[in-house]
Structures are given as structure tokens and as C-alpha cells.
């Protein structure tokens, strides 16, 4: 997952080398808004590269990315600047998912957390008695629905 702020200029470290296949390569980045589908794209050379990584400089602001938030991104390579369509480029190097920030400050993630009516951990088996091979597997049973009794026998 890669983070980037908006109304600034971000820097951000991609490892696309391991699965470009063309030599000086131009990037097209996509990135799609997760809640509006709306999608943004940049053509980008690294500011640095080596074995190890490529860093790009991304300056996002109102006019060339949309909201603050979640957005899937994927990057293409390709031997030209000036295309923007993904169907033309040479091949998808990566995907993931960016943060956008807005302000700042980065701002935490809200975390949410679910309280489930099974917080002892209680396991229930379900037993349809009528099925045969359900007997093989369990043996005789007999089980009182409705009371937490059990005899197996």
C-alpha cells in the first residue's frame, strides 16, 4: 500500500523493475477512487532508480486527482509519454492500493471493531441424524436440541 497527500508534492517507492521488460520505460499510473469508480491517470519517469527500486514524485491536487481516500492503482509500462490508455501500453508491472490523504498531517485510518454475540468462542456442530454416513462419522448419537446436553454414546 503506497500513501500520498494531496495538494503537495509526494514522493513514494514502487519496486516496478523486477517486472519491466522494456528498456527506459515510461509508467502510466491509474489510480481509481474505491467509492466514486472515477479514475486518474499520470505518465511518470522515476526521479530515482536503481536495482532495488524506482521513486516517483507525484504533485496531486483538486484539478488532476479526485477526493481524499481510498483508490486501487495499477501501473503500466510503456515506451511513450504521451499515452494514457492502459490497452495500449506494454503490460501491467504492478497493483495495490493507495491512501490519499488530505491536509497536513497524515491522519490515522479508523479502525472498526465488531462485537459478535459468540465472543466465548462456542462451536456449533450441526448433526442431521437421517444421513447414514453422518453416523459413521460420529457414532451413535443422541443430542437434546434446545438444552446444552449432550451424551454420546
Known amino acids: 500500500m503506497i500513501?500520498?497527500?494531496?495538494?503537495?508534492?509526494?514522493?513514494?517507492?514502487?519496486?516496478?523493475?523486477?517486472?519491466?521488460?522494456?528498456?527506459?520505460?515510461?509508467?502510466?499510473?491509474v489510480f481509481e477512487n474505491t467509492f466514486t469508480k472515477n479514475k486518474f491517470t499520470f505518465v511518470l519517469q522515476p526521479t530515482t532508480s536503481n536495482r532495488r527500486y524506482e521513486e516517483f514524485s507525484f504533485t496531486l491536487d483538486d484539478d488532476n486527482i479526485g477526493i481524499a481516500g481510498w483508490y486501487w492503482y495499477e501501473v503500466y509500462q510503456q515506451d511513450?509519454?504521451?499515452?494514457?490508455?492502459?490497452?495500449?501500453?506494454?503490460?501491467?508491472?504492478?497493483?495495490g492500493k493507495m491512501m490519499l490523504y488530505e491536509g497536513d498531517e497524515q491522519q490515522e485510518v479508523e479502525d472498526y471493531f465488531f462485537i459478535s454475540d459468540n465472543e466465548n468462542n462456542s462451536n456449533y456442530v450441526f448433526v442431521d441424524i437421517d444421513i447414514p454416513s453422518v453416523l459413521d462419522t460420529w457414532g451413535n448419537t443422541e443430542t437434546l436440541f434446545g438444552e446444552a446436553e449432550e451424551t454420546w454414546g
Open 3 to 29: 500513501t500520498l497527500k494531496q495538494n503537495t508534492t509526494s514522493t513514494s517507492v514502487f519496486t516496478l523493475g523486477e517486472n519491466t521488460t522494456i528498456t527506459d520505460p515510461f509508467y502510466l499510473f
Open 80 to 95: 511513450n509519454a504521451e499515452n494514457t490508455d492502459p490497452s495500449l501500453s506494454d503490460g501491467l508491472v504492478e497493483e
